[in-house]
């Protein structure tokens, strides 16, 4: 945990740097694949010190994470299994060293995928959920790749996005807001969405 926080504080000492942009683009993009500090802890700042420029921030902050998506599927896809069906010293690193990564979790994972495909990689990257978890594993498991991109797209832009817009419209204000309940209310938007999602199937 002590790690973690000063990681935590590292991302944020960049926000009133002039490489502020920069650093949030190459954070956001390792977020996706390995990083475990989400981006919205640099986003937040760095539009709020400069509203006006707040979508700027958020088009930076989700193509570095599609970037990272695409990174992390390349990464399941190449790196990830080693002979026959057992996991990679790659991959193993990932499970000693990545916070979010676990054997069974990774497993369970492939379920998840072949119940819900589109709507648990949009899940992921609209919610806390560790998106990494979910670019590896859609590239492990040879999870369709326009598809995932798709998701990806959809659901980091929208959470991007959406962050920056409270913050360019209400400013320090909402700060507090999003810091406490965003991540709670991305979740229930979700589940309405997926609920939505299924009653629709079941109609049709």
């Not at 060293?97 to 990689?121: A, C, T, W």
């Not at 590239?139 to 798709?150: E, K, V, Y």
């Not at 913050?167 to 938007?189: D, H, P, Q, T, V």
Request: glycine fraction near 8%; charged fraction near 15%.
């Amino acid at each position: 945990m002590k790690n973690i926080r000063k990681l935590y504080n590292w991302v944020l000492s960049w926000a009133d740097k002039p490489s502020g942009p920069a650093a949030l683009g190459i954070m956001s993009t390792a977020e996706a694949s390995f990083f475990p500090v989400p981006p919205d802890v640099l986003l937040i700042p760095l539009a709020l010190g400069k509203r006006k420029k707040a979508f700027r921030f958020a088009l930076i902050c989700s193509a570095g994470s599609i970037l990272g998506a695409m990174i992390g599927y390349g990464i399941g896809q190449w790196a990830w299994w080693g002979a026959g069906d057992s996991f990679s010293a790659f991959a193993q690193f990932f499970f000693d060293h990545i916070p979010g990564f676990s054997h069974q979790g990774f497993e369970r994972i492939k379920s998840l995928y072949d119940d819900y495909n589109f709507m648990i990689v949009f899940t992921a990257g609209f919610t806390p959920i560790p998106f990494k978890l979910f670019t590896i594993s859609a590239g492990a498991f040879h999870i369709n790749f326009p598809l995932f991109i798709l998701a990806s797209v959809v659901s980091r832009s929208a959470r991007f996005f959406l962050v920056a817009g409270l913050i360019k419209k209400f400013g320090e204000s909402i700060r507090k807001f999003i810091e406490k309940y965003f991540n709670l209310l991305a979740m229930a938007f979700t589940a309405l969405l997926i609920g939505g999602f299924f009653i629709l199937k079941f109609l049709l």
